[in-house]
């Protein structure tokens, strides 16, 4: 009797080990539906990311545009050939420009399809440039 008792536990414990089909399922059904929550979330934090970077990218050629200003703007230390020296921002995201003409200038920021960074919105709205010039005026305003 007793070894029967014995068999019929180790049976038991032996069953137990493994995960039926069902259980794997489960897991992996809550794991999609985490994941279809949380990624959105996450990449719009990394466009809102890069939208700040190209901004301080921005700020950064605005002081040194200032820095150098003597009778005139000029690119020199800051832009070589359309790209920018200065800048953090990754280039697949942005397209950072900088138009001088006499006593102004405009700095500007295109965001590009590259890496979606086009579809970031700022208070809802898709923006097609960021701008700035000298007297630091910024638009669009709600990106700011």
Request: charged share 15%; aromatic share 6%; glycine share 6%.
């Amino acid at each position: 009797m007793e070894m029967i008792q014995k068999e019929m536990c180790n049976d038991r414990v032996k069953r137990h080990w493994g995960m039926t089909l069902i259980e794997i399922l489960i897991v992996v059904v809550i794991i999609a539906v985490l994941t279809s929550i949380a990624y959105p979330s996450y990449t719009q934090h990394v466009t809102q990311s890069h939208r700040q970077s190209a901004k301080a990218d921005m700020l950064k050629i605005q002081l040194l545009l200032e820095k150098g200003y003597t009778s005139g703007y000029s690119t020199n230390g800051v832009l070589s050939g359309g790209l920018c020296l200065v800048c953090d921002t990754d280039s697949q995201r942005y397209d950072i420009a900088v138009t001088i003409s006499g006593s102004q200038y405009s700095i500007s920021a295109t965001p590009l399809a590259a890496r979606g960074q086009n579809s970031d919105k700022c208070n809802g709205n898709r923006y097609s440039e960021l701008t700035l010039n000298q007297v630091g005026q910024a638009e669009p305003s709600e990106c700011w």
